[in-house]
């Protein structure tokens, strides 16, 4: 009776590590980066302010006031509008950000490098420029890093991971969806996962997240010596194929300046996909669209003088809708147009992210290629397929010839 009981006991504690472990596996307390920006503010980087005044706060403000103007030019060089100045005024009205990069402050002086965000609406309309950005299908980005060996994706924080978060996605033409890295995602975005090129695996994934294809952004660092040199090999990869479209290899001069190398090779990275996207190289793959379950064959014979009724119809089909939500105003307006489609018995966001992507669920009283054909044919732009769709105002006019922003920071 005793033994028998010793069995039992270490049974439970066996069982009850085994579960401690799964739980471990996919609750990791520091391993989620959200992404600090997903706005489609403009961006100019690099701004280099030396400004003396009569105190420190002085100093700074005027540093901060210089590099508006500077940056101002640049923008309206870039998209063409010539380069003028305006006031100082407007520009506080126009500028929703300034980015620190490095920064010395002293008694009376300011030296730093900054980075100033344009709201793109307000700067657009200034220069008489549409802001208009056409862009790719939704792609989920599965960061891997090599170090030491080992690639690592969400199992735990990385610098790459961090990287990634830190780049502010909205002047690329390339739709970035980056996951957090909590909850499922170790076990469903891992190193084995990039892999694995079967398509109907990719599909499930895929839809959790609301994405058409995946990118798979990869570095491997090779350190020379402790606290020497680094250098990063950055490729730019994609696919379920795993597909190669370019590489870069950086240098920084020791390990302090891993951070600055990782930002850098996320910015020729996302160069290397636009080039891609531009190319026709990254498109979506056929074998990730959306495969409609086959039905058994029924027996029931309907009458002729009776039509037929959809099963579709009964009850009602639930899509989820992801959309581009600004402000509160695009939400009910979104809201608004999705109820106007024939059909559509509900429609309510039931995940707000004002300034993000927010999802809506609809209750649509046919199939989900009904309800995309239906909002194609009211001037919207779909992405994606089956009850998981993406959605976007398509545009009235053809945009601008935009110069490209080659600004790096290296």
Same mark, same amino acid.
């Given at each position: 009776?005793?033994?028998?009981?010793?069995?039992? %006991?270490?049974?439970?504690?066996?069982?009850?590590?085994?579960?401690?472990?799964?739980?471990?596996?996919?609750?990791?307390?520091?391993?989620?980066?959200?992404?600090?920006?997903?706005?489609?503010?403009?961006?100019?980087?690099?701004?280099?302010?030396?400004?003396?005044?009569?105190?420190?706060?002085?100093?700074?403000?005027?540093?901060?006031?210089? @590099?508006?103007?500077?940056?101002?030019?640049?923008?309206?060089?870039?998209?063409?509008?010539?380069?003028?100045?305006?006031?100082?005024?407007?520009?506080?009205?126009?500028?929703?950000?300034?980015?620190?990069?490095?920064?010395?402050?002293?008694?009376?002086?300011?030296?730093?490098?900054?980075?100033?965000?344009?709201?793109?609406?307000?700067?657009?309309?200034?220069?008489?420029?549409?802001?208009?950005?056409?862009?790719?299908?939704?792609?989920?980005?599965?960061?891997?890093?090599?170090?030491?060996?080992?690639?690592?994706?969400?199992?735990?924080?990385?610098?790459?991971?961090?990287?990634?978060?830190?780049?502010?996605?909205?002047?690329?033409?390339?739709?970035?969806?980056?996951?957090?890295?909590?909850?499922?995602?170790?076990?469903?975005?891992?190193?084995?996962?990039?892999?694995?090129?079967?398509?109907?695996?990719?599909?499930?994934?895929?839809?959790?997240?609301?994405?058409?294809?995946?990118?798979?952004?990869?570095?491997?660092?090779?350190?020379?010596?402790?606290?020497?040199?680094?250098?990063?090999?950055?490729?730019?990869?994609?696919?379920?194929?795993?597909?190669?479209?370019?590489?870069?290899?950086?240098?920084?001069?020791?390990?302090?300046?891993?951070?600055?190398?990782?930002?850098?090779? &996320?910015?020729?990275?996302?160069?290397?996909?636009?080039?891609?996207?531009?190319?026709?190289?990254?498109?979506?793959?056929?074998?990730?669209?959306?495969?409609?379950?086959?039905?058994?064959?029924? !027996?029931?014979?309907?009458? !002729?003088?009776?039509?037929?009724?959809?099963?579709? %119809?009964?009850?009602?089909?639930?899509?989820?809708?992801?959309?581009?939500?600004?402000?509160?105003?695009?939400?009910?307006?979104?809201?608004?147009?999705?109820?106007? &489609?024939?059909?559509?018995?509900?429609?309510?966001?039931?995940?707000?992210?004002?300034?993000?992507?927010?999802?809506?669920?609809?209750?649509?009283?046919?199939?989900?290629?009904?309800?995309?054909?239906?909002?194609?044919?009211?001037?919207?732009?779909?992405?994606?397929?089956?009850?998981?769709?993406?959605?976007?105002?398509?545009?009235?006019?053809?945009?601008?010839?935009? @110069?490209?922003?080659? @600004?790096?920071?290296?």
């Amino acid at each position: 009776m005793r033994l028998r009981l010793f069995f039992l %006991t270490t049974a439970a504690v066996a069982l009850l590590l085994g579960t401690g472990i799964g739980i471990a596996q996919i609750e990791g307390g520091d391993r989620g980066v959200a992404p600090v920006d997903s706005s489609s503010d403009y961006e100019v980087s690099g701004i280099s302010v030396d400004v003396a005044a009569k105190d420190a706060d002085s100093a700074r403000y005027g540093g901060w006031r210089l @590099a508006q103007r500077k940056a101002w030019v640049q923008l309206s060089q870039r998209l063409g509008a010539g380069g003028g100045l305006v006031s100082d005024g407007t520009l506080d009205s126009l500028v929703s950000g300034i980015v620190i990069g490095n920064e010395q402050i002293g008694p009376n002086r300011y030296i730093a490098t900054l980075g100033v965000l344009f709201d793109r609406a307000k700067a657009s309309a200034a220069l008489g420029v549409s802001d208009y950005v056409s862009r790719s299908a939704p792609m989920v980005v599965i960061p891997v890093m090599w170090s030491g060996g080992t690639a690592t994706v969400f199992e735990q924080r990385t610098p790459w991971q961090e990287a990634w978060a830190r780049y502010r996605t909205g002047n690329s033409t390339v739709d970035y969806i980056r996951p957090v890295g909590s909850g499922p995602d170790p076990l469903l975005l891992n190193y084995g996962q990039t892999q694995r090129p079967g398509r109907g695996w990719w599909r499930s994934v895929l839809n959790q997240y609301g994405g058409s294809d995946v990118l798979m952004p990869t570095v491997r660092l090779y350190r020379q010596w402790p606290g020497g040199p680094v250098v990063g090999v950055f490729q730019a990869r994609g696919g379920p194929d795993n597909r190669l479209f370019g590489q870069v290899a950086l240098r920084v001069g020791s390990a302090a300046g891993v951070p600055q190398l990782l930002d850098a090779g &996320v910015k020729r990275l996302d160069d290397l996909y636009q080039a891609a996207l531009r190319g026709g190289l990254l498109r979506g793959d056929p074998g990730l669209s959306y495969v409609p379950p086959v039905e058994a064959a029924s !027996d029931v014979v309907t009458p !002729d003088d009776s039509p037929p009724v959809e099963s579709a %119809t009964i009850g009602g089909t639930t899509i989820s809708v992801q959309f581009d939500s600004p402000g509160a105003p695009a939400v009910n307006s979104t809201e608004a147009a999705m109820r106007a &489609v024939p059909g559509v018995a509900s429609a309510a966001t039931s995940s707000l992210a004002l300034g993000g992507i927010s999802v809506m669920t609809v209750t649509y009283g046919g199939t989900p290629d009904a309800f995309r054909a239906a909002l194609q044919s009211r001037g919207w732009q779909v992405f994606g397929t089956g009850a998981t769709i993406r959605i976007r105002r398509a545009p009235q006019l053809l945009p601008p010839d935009v @110069a490209a922003d080659n @600004a790096t920071a290296e």
